[in-house]
Nanobody, 116 residues
Framework: QVQLVESGGGLVQAGGSLRLSCSAS????????MGWYRQAPGKQREMVAT???????????NYRDSVKGRFTISRDNAKNTVDLQMNDLKPEDTAVYYC??????WGQGTQVTVSS
């Protein structure tokens, strides 16, 4: 069973940056795709960014429109990690961020709070 552990959340002022990291308990080359989702209070979970991670994958990425140009998802096959670099953070980015691995494995989540 794959286990995912997130780190890197915290409190930051608007315009600041944070880097989230997701560590997998298995080689990410054995996982088709991974990504980051988030859930703000009173709202549904939403996809933030995804990346293909399988051994034959291209590392293709996908982002929700509201984070394009500000967030970057990346993978490190040697460390079995998938990171999310978040720049120019906005108060509306405040949420619990979850690492997800296909087909449907979720981490415990990490809180990101952006103050105005």
């Amino acid at each position: 069973q794959v286990q995912l552990v997130e780190s890197g959340g915290g409190l930051v002022q608007a315009g600041g940056s944070l880097r989230l990291s997701c560590s997998a308990s298995v080689s990410i080359l054995n996982i088709n795709a991974m990504g980051w989702y988030r859930q703000a209070p009173g709202k549904q979970r939403e996809m933030v960014a995804t990346i293909t991670t399988g051994i034959t994958s291209s590392g293709a990425t996908n982002y929700r429109d509201s984070v394009k140009g500000r967030f970057t998802i990346s993978r490190d096959n040697a460390k079995n990690t998938v990171d999310l670099q978040m720049n120019d953070l906005k108060p509306e980015d405040t949420a619990v961020y979850y690492c997800v691995a296909s087909p449907d494995i979720w981490g415990q989540g990490t809180q990101v709070t952006v103050s105005s």
